[in-house]
């Protein structure tokens, strides 16, 4: 039987490292940001490659949520999930049949990173005050004791937080999520060539390095606005 591994995270932030890594696994296969053409068809956001984005998915929800739950052939089905693109229309209830993990990162060096890509960043273009509400949401639907980790963690020392990781659900850590092969995947978005130029050149996780925020004054506005959610999830974070 499958189980299906929902990974829930906001833009920019080590989200497809994170893909990358249990893809490496020889019992995993992964979807990219399965909900990312509805979301675009649905908000009227204008995003990069919009018209190949709105081609490659379904672009209604509960055709999505069919795919995510259709019959796989692999032990482990992991989904990189945006919290963004879950727009309040969706019906949950399909939360019920996968495990989920959550994986945060401070609202400034989100936006920090988010700007380099698009240079208008609103609240709900970062999806973090949503990816609260989504914890508290399928945390009730499931019943589910969610755990919350940490990029910095994570890249402090990935072996220690993936491990503890796999040992929340009952998996085995296998060390092929350390490293990975340099290059594309037929499992990325069409969008990569926008967003994945340093993840395609890794060969790992980065090791951490602080950043150099360097925010406006409209930026910073939109970190602080955000930083209340975040702590609400810090507070539960794993620690190893």
């Known amino acids: 039987m499958t189980t299906r591994f929902a990974m829930w995270s906001g833009p920019r932030n080590i989200s497809t490292a994170m893909m990358r890594s249990w893809e490496n696994r020889s019992d995993t296969q992964v979807v990219d940001e399965p909900f ?4 675009l068809r649905q908000s009227g956001k204008v995003h990069p490659m919009q018209e190949q984005i709105l081609a490659s998915q379904p672009q209604q929800w509960q055709q999505v949520v069919d795919q995510l739950l259709a019959p796989k052939s692999c032990d482990l089905f992991y989904q990189k999930m945006m919290t963004h693109h879950m727009l309040e229309e ?3 209830s399909f939360c019920t049949e996968l495990k989920h993990c959550f994986l945060i990162r401070n609202p400034a060096n989100v936006v920090n990173s988010y700007v ?3 240079s208008q960043v609103r609240d709900e273009d970062i999806g973090i005050k949503r990816q609260w509400q989504l914890y508290q949401q399928i945390a009730d639907i499931s019943g589910q004791d969610i755990p919350v980790i940490d990029s910095q963690d994570v ?3 990935p072996e220690g ?3 503890a990781v796999c040992e929340q659900f009952d998996l085995d850590f296998d060390k092929a999520m350390l490293s990975w092969p340099a290059g594309k995947r037929d499992s990325d978005g069409v969008w990569a060539p926008h967003w994945y130029q340093r993840v395609e050149a890794s060969t790992g996780f980065e090791p951490y390095r602080p950043e150099a925020i360097d925010l406006s ?4 506005a939109v970190a602080d606005d955000n930083m209340d959610a975040y702590q609400q999830m810090y507070a539960k974070r794993l620690l190893r």
């Open 36 to 39: 990312y053409a509805y979301y």
């Open 90 to 92: 969706i019906d949950l």
């Open 116 to 118: 380099k890509k698009i």
């Open 155 to 157: 890249l402090r020392d």
């Open 161 to 163: 937080m993936l491990s």
């Open 217 to 220: 004054a409209a930026l910073q």
